[in-house]
């Protein structure tokens, strides 16, 4: 099983990046994959997520600036982040949970992820 994640960078306050999480060794459409972050300091906290069925999950402090999509055909989902801020600075980290385990997935609990990529760092500069 693997996740890779990439795209993650150094970019201004109120710029954009597109991260983009590709999955193997699982059935992808089992499965809601999203993204959880954590900053220095801080716990790990639930970002966005999207469903087998393409059902999408924010926060609320990503609410409005960020778009999560899935690509079933090439197993990958994909977050764009735009109107960065600084206090979105943060390892950000592709995760799996199967269907069915939380409502909503991944948002609220890392409990029921099954699987996890590595980090990739995201900077946002005042």
């Known amino acids: 099983v693997q996740l890779q994640a990439s795209g993650g960078g150094l970019v201004q306050t109120g710029g954009s990046l597109r991260l983009s999480c590709s999955a193997s060794?699982?059935?992808?459409?089992?499965?809601?994959i999203g993204w959880f972050r954590q900053a220095p300091g801080k716990e790990r906290e639930g970002v966005s997520c999207?469903?087998?069925?393409?059902?999408?999950y924010y926060a609320d402090s990503v609410k409005d600036r960020f778009t999560i999509s899935r690509d079933n055909a090439k197993n990958t989902i994909y977050l764009q982040m735009n109107s960065l801020k600084p206090e979105d600075t943060a390892v950000y980290y592709c995760?799996?949970?199967?269907?069915?385990?939380?409502?909503?997935?991944?948002?609220?609990?890392?409990?029921?992820?099954?699987?996890w990529g590595k980090g990739t760092l995201v900077t946002v500069s005042s």
């Open positions: 999207v469903s087998g069925i393409g059902d999408t």
């Open positions: 060794g699982f059935t992808f459409t089992d499965y809601s």
């Open positions: 995760a799996a949970e199967r269907i069915g385990q939380f409502d909503p997935p991944m948002l609220h609990t890392t409990r029921g992820v099954d699987y």
